[in-house]
């Protein structure tokens, strides 16, 4: 009579024993192989009583399964510890320094401009640039500065020759822009470019500088399309919280005319050292198009009327970047330019 | 613009507006108020009487004194040169806080003082506005001065001055008067100058000849007063001008000062004596040299007004009279003489003498054309009233008075129309009531008289501004422009500029932005030769005389700015515009590449900036844009340019346009001296942008195997790889998918003059499964085209 619970005990205890992979595989051929323990025990069968056979048979059978899954669940644990001793051993430093990733940047005068940009286009307007080395008359003639006006004085220019100069402001471009949509009407263009003008640089001051103005005409323009326009500008540039105030001016491409402040984003208009305590920051010269600008660039000032405005685009980038002097932004340091680095 | 309040109240009711609310209402009406100024700052002053005055008997520099003060006698110890007993001094009393110090009673060598005995100085008057005498002493005031009286309203140092900035169009607030009626119209109060309208009409037949040869004088008054008295000034008059920063010298000079500040007219007194023909002629075709009132001697030229007598020349007109007839302590009598100049003539003579007196100054501005008439008037009340003056002849007239006042007719309705408001008629005529424009109503529209002073009025838009200035900007309702809608954005080639930015900073390219304005070195060796630069008439430097002719020579100045402040690594990108004359405009876009970029220092990671690189990115910029490889050749660099290395360097076309260079830098700029090699392009954006950029075509995933073959060769060095692989694609035809170079070796197991290249072949068929036989037929066509035309040989 067969001791089956003895046959399982001694092989239960081998498959206890196996540690590695090789003896699981010695076990398994001399427990499951075609020679091993179990194929003896089938071998046995022949020798039996037919009538014995079936339940000899089923033990036998049920021994096999037994033992393939033990073997199996232990080749599985066996394949952990592996994998388990391999990850522990391709375990990093994470606090290594990482390989860097080389990142450009833009200027921030050129971030700014984009941002004003994205601003106007979403409202529907064009961008429209023009050339640096411009004409006296678009500079300053059709943009109602004749010859010997003394803000011509105001604005000290680097010319060329008679009639060439340095552009001194954008509104030259408006001007070209007035004479060339003069029968294509109406104008809603943004005007972004270098300006150049004589003054000895200093924190403040630089002979190169960038200007963008914008310019509306159309029939029924009014200064309210103005003031509101700034405001949607002063919200998206400085956020939603702010407010404008307009005070009147003198430009001669305009009339009446406008300086227009924003509430102060660094203190919200209590007052602080950026607004110099007054809560308030000049950030754009505006006002309606004079009638003579108009006229001079055949556009019927009866009929239509128009906005401009304009802001220097390193003013906005000092004030918004709290940089203190404008040559930082000519110099290009690159310990300087890195601070702009991210989404704003 | 100075105001002085003192002076304001003469002509208004101030009490209830302090500095503060006045600086607020006058800003908000566009005359902004920057700064605002307190005459002395002092406390604790009073006028004293010195009684007596004796040595100190322990010194030999101080005085012991006795000051009556009115309340009692204080003794003081003084160290002023120029103390004396019967002298009506400032005293700081015990407890008095000046600028410097603060007041105490003490002893000073052994003798009590009370107080102090202060110079101008010391309670804070700037040493400018003092004479050599006021500065080396103790101040000595007037007989009159009130004993125990306000030392500082005495002398109009309780003046409040406010600094004004304003814009060009007013500039006839630069003088008193005009500006008094500016305020009492922002304040809505009335406003009372002093009346001598038809003062000057008075006198009896006139030896005077006035006259102006030249076109830059309409108008041009004299009048001779026969007998004036000079003496001091009367104390307004000192107060009044010591406001302006002017020093008081007698009462005829201080009349002339006065008026000018009060109506913004300068004047001018000639010694009548030194005048004896009574004849005065403005002319402007002299040169000769000539004395002003300075001492200093000047040229002047045909162009500058000159005001003559005879053949004498008595002054530069509007800028600064002779030294030879100028009031002297002896002038007994004088003539007036009032004009008009031509501000553009002025402007130009006072430049170029360097004299920008305040006379010059007034004369620039835009100036009423009736000044001159009201400024006369105001001279003759003055001297009348303060010099005694007698013997007064008939004015002389040059040029005709103008009619003077603008009569406009408007209403609400366009002023609405423009500023988007909803005022009304009454509202509107309320505004003009206050700026005295006289206005009335007529039916629906009223009349304005405009006053000669605002010649900034003459349209309508320049009603709608003095409206909305006065009623505030917070009647306009924001609204946004209703248009019939257009395409907003970037145009095309604002939209590759833009791609283009963002593609190199995404290679990790930091963008800069460098001045256009150079000197000589940068444009002598432009990139590449177009023509001459454009050059500035008036530089401010020879730094920035030129307008930039290529962008790269400023990007290597930024680079050695890096290398000066220990910034070794370095990727730079500048885009910006160069200029040829006759008007040339190109846009460019210029690369500077430092040789390594670390990536990582311990794991030894390093991007190479080599020659490669760089054309590796000029390469991946085109691409982006839609030009791919078969249209855009690298080819030798001819130009042979100061800044690239001649054999690492190529030039670019895109189809057959030249696009520009990429490459080296030459080894002999001084950057490559101090970093190594640097990869550098400059690129022409503006031919970029016009070229028509090849469209995306979609071509299916092969579906069939393909087939690489390995070829390695030898070839001359004079071969280029670039060419060799565009021989293969022709050969090979459609069936060639990709042919590329896995290596290039030189030097030992190569022969000298050759070089050893392994180029990697794919192909791919898109129709069918590729045989091998009919690929090895193709390739040996493809060898014997590289044997024959590029001397190939095959290495086993
Ligand atoms: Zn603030």
Redesign the pocket.
Same mark, same amino acid.
């Given at each position: 009579m067969q001791d089956w619970q003895a046959f399982k005990q001694q092989w239960e205890t081998a498959c206890d024993s196996i540690a590695e992979r090789s003896d699981l595989e010695k076990l398994k051929v001399e427990l499951l192989g075609k020679k091993g323990a179990i194929a003896g025990l089938m071998g046995q069968m022949r020798d039996l009583e037919p009538q014995e056979r079936a339940a000899f048979g089923k033990e036998v059978n049920g021994l096999k399964d037994y033992f393939t899954n033990k073997i199996e669940t232990i080749s599985q644990a066996l394949e952990n510890k592996q994998l388990q001793a391999s990850l522990a051993e391709g375990s990093l430093d994470i606090s290594m320094p990482y390989t860097r990733i080389p990142r450009g940047r833009l200027h921030p005068v050129s971030i700014v401009r984009r941002q004003l940009e994205e601003v106007f286009i979403s409202m529907g307007y064009q961008v429209v640039e023009g050339p640096e080395v411009e004409l006296d008359l678009y500079n300053f003639e059709r943009a109602g500065i004749p010859a010997d006006h003394p803000a011509r004085d105001m604005q000290d220019t680097f010319f060329v020759d008679v009639q060439r100069l340095l552009r001194t402001h954008t509104t030259a471009i408006q001007t070209r822009v007035l004479e060339a949509q003069s029968n294509n009407l109406p104008i809603k263009v943004v005007c972004p470019g270098k300006d150049y003008r004589r003054d000895d640089d200093d924190a403040t001051h630089s002979h190169q500088f960038s200007q963008m103005e914008g310019l509306v005409v159309g029939e029924g323009i009014t200064m309210g399309d103005l003031k509101g326009t700034l405001e949607l500008l002063a919200k998206r540039m400085f956020g939603e919280s702010r407010t404008i105030r307009l005070r009147p001016s003198y430009f001669q491409f305009t009339e009446p005319s406008a300086e227009a402040d924003v509430s =102060?984003f660094? =203190?919200g208009g209590? $007052? =602080?050292s950026? =607004?110099k305590g007054s $809560?308030w920051i000049e950030i754009l010269g505006s006002g309606m198009v004079h009638p003579n600008v108009l006229e001079m660039a055949g556009i019927d000032s009866s009929k239509y009327s128009g906005f401009a405005f304009g802001a220097g685009l390193e003013r906005i980038a000092m004030l918004k970047y709290g940089i203190e002097d404008i040559r930082n932004l000519f110099a290009n340091d690159l310990r300087f330019l890195a601070h702009f680095n991210r989404f704003e | 613009m100075q105001l002085s309040i003192n002076w304001l109240k003469s002509y208004m009711d101030l009490s209830d507006i302090t500095p503060a609310i006045l600086r607020d209402k006058l800003t908000s009406a566009g005359l902004e108020v920057e700064r605002i100024e307190q005459g002395s700052p002092a406390t604790g002053l009073t006028i004293g009487l010195v009684l007596t005055c004796n040595p100190h008997p322990d010194s030999d520099h101080l005085k012991c004194t006795t000051v009556d003060v009115g309340s009692t006698v204080l003794s003081i110890v003084c160290g002023a040169p120029n103390v004396a007993a019967g002298q009506k001094v400032i005293v700081a009393m015990d407890g008095a806080v000046l600028p410097q110090i603060v007041i105490k009673k003490s002893v000073i060598r052994g003798q009590q003082s009370e107080g102090m005995i202060c110079s101008l100085s010391e309670i804070g008057v700037d040493a400018s506005m003092q004479s050599e005498a006021q500065l080396a002493g103790i101040e000595v005031l007037s007989k009159d001065a009130p004993i125990g009286g306000d030392p500082l309203a005495f002398l109009g140092l309780d003046d409040t001055i406010l600094e004004i900035s304003l814009t060009p169009n007013r500039s006839d607030c630069y003088a008193m008067w005009p500006l008094a009626k500016e305020i009492g119209a922002i304040l809505d109060r009335p406003v009372t100058l002093p009346d001598c309208e038809g003062a000057a009409d008075i006198g009896g037949p006139t030896s005077l000849k006035v006259a102006s040869e030249a076109k830059g004088c309409p108008t041009f008054l004299g009048k001779v007063i026969g007998s004036v008295t000079l003496k001091p000034s009367p104390d307004w008059i000192v107060k009044a001008l010591h406001s302006y920063g002017v020093k008081s010298i007698n009462n005829v000079v201080d009349i002339s000062n006065l008026v000018m500040l009060e109506t913004g007219q300068p004047t001018h007194f000639y010694d009548k004596d030194k005048i004896p023909l009574r004849q005065i002629t403005v002319k402007d075709n002299i040169a000769a040299d000539y004395t002003a009132l300075d001492g200093n001697t000047y040229s002047c030229t045909p162009g500058d007004l000159m005001i003559t007598t005879g053949d004498k020349l008595i002054g530069f007109a509007g800028i600064m009279g002779g030294d030879d007839s100028k009031i002297l302590d002896t002038t007994t009598g004088i003539i007036i003489e009032v004009a008009s100049f031509d501000r553009v003539h002025i402007r130009r003579t006072s430049r170029r003498l360097g004299l920008q007196t305040e006379a010059a100054v007034h004369y620039q501005r835009v100036m009423e054309p009736l000044t001159p008439y009201k400024a006369m008037d105001r001279c003759v009340a003055l001297l009348l009233q303060y010099a005694d003056a007698k013997e007064i002849e008939a004015t002389a007239i040059y040029g005709i008075k103008p009619s003077g006042e603008l009569k406009l007719l408007t209403d609400e309705k366009f002023h609405n129309k423009l500023l988007g408001t909803n005022f009304s008629l009454e509202e509107i005529t309320d505004v003009f009531r206050r700026l005295d424009f006289k206005p009335v109503v007529k039916g629906s529209q009223v009349e304005l008289t405009i006053p000669s002073y605002r010649s900034d009025i003459s349209i309508q838009p320049d009603l709608s501004e003095e409206i909305i200035r006065l009623l505030g900007f917070e009647n306009i309702t924001s609204t946004l422009p209703v248009l019939v809608s257009k395409e907003g954005g970037l145009s095309l080639d604002q939209k590759k500029r833009e791609k283009i930015k963002d593609v190199l900073t995404g290679y990790g390219l930091q963008e800069v932005i460098n001045y256009s304005l150079v000197n000589r070195s940068f444009i002598n060796h432009p990139t590449w030769e177009l023509g001459e630069a454009v050059e500035l008439a008036n530089p401010l430097s020879e730094e920035r005389r030129y307008y930039r002719t290529s962008v790269l020579p400023s990007l290597i100045s930024t680079a050695l700015y890096q290398l000066d402040h220990y910034q070794d690594e370095f990727a730079l990108f500048e885009i910006g515009d160069v200029y040829y004359e006759p008007m040339e405009k190109q846009e460019r876009l210029s690369i500077i590449l430092s040789s390594n970029v670390d990536l990582s220092l311990w794991q030894k990671a390093a991007l190479q900036n080599d020659f490669y690189r760089i054309k590796g990115m000029v390469a991946g910029v085109l691409s982006e844009l839609g030009f791919g490889q078969n249209r855009v050749f690298f080819k030798e660099n001819i130009e042979q340019s100061e800044y690239f290395h001649p054999g690492q360097s190529a030039a670019i076309y895109l189809d057959k346009t030249f696009l520009g260079v990429c490459g080296m830098l030459h080894p002999k700029l001084e950057i490559v001296k101090q970093a190594g090699a640097l990869g550098a392009a400059e690129l022409d954006l503006s031919a970029i942008f016009s070229a028509k950029a090849s469209a995306i075509r979609y071509q299916p995933i092969p579906r069939y195997p393909g087939i690489q073959r390995d070829l390695a060769l030898l070839i001359p060095q004079s071969q280029s790889a670039g060419a060799l692989i565009n021989a293969i694609y022709k050969t090979g035809g459609k069936l060639v998918e990709k042919a590329e170079v896995f290596d290039l070796y030189t030097g030992k197991g190569v022969p000298d003059g050759q070089k050893s290249l392994a180029i990697r072949i794919s192909y791919q068929s898109y129709e069918k499964t590729l045989v091998e036989a009919e690929i090895d037929v193709l390739t040996n066509t493809i060898i014997e085209r590289l044997q024959r035309d590029f001397q190939a040989q095959i290495r086993s």
């Open positions: =102060c660094a =203190c209590k $007052g =602080c950026l =607004c $809560g | -």
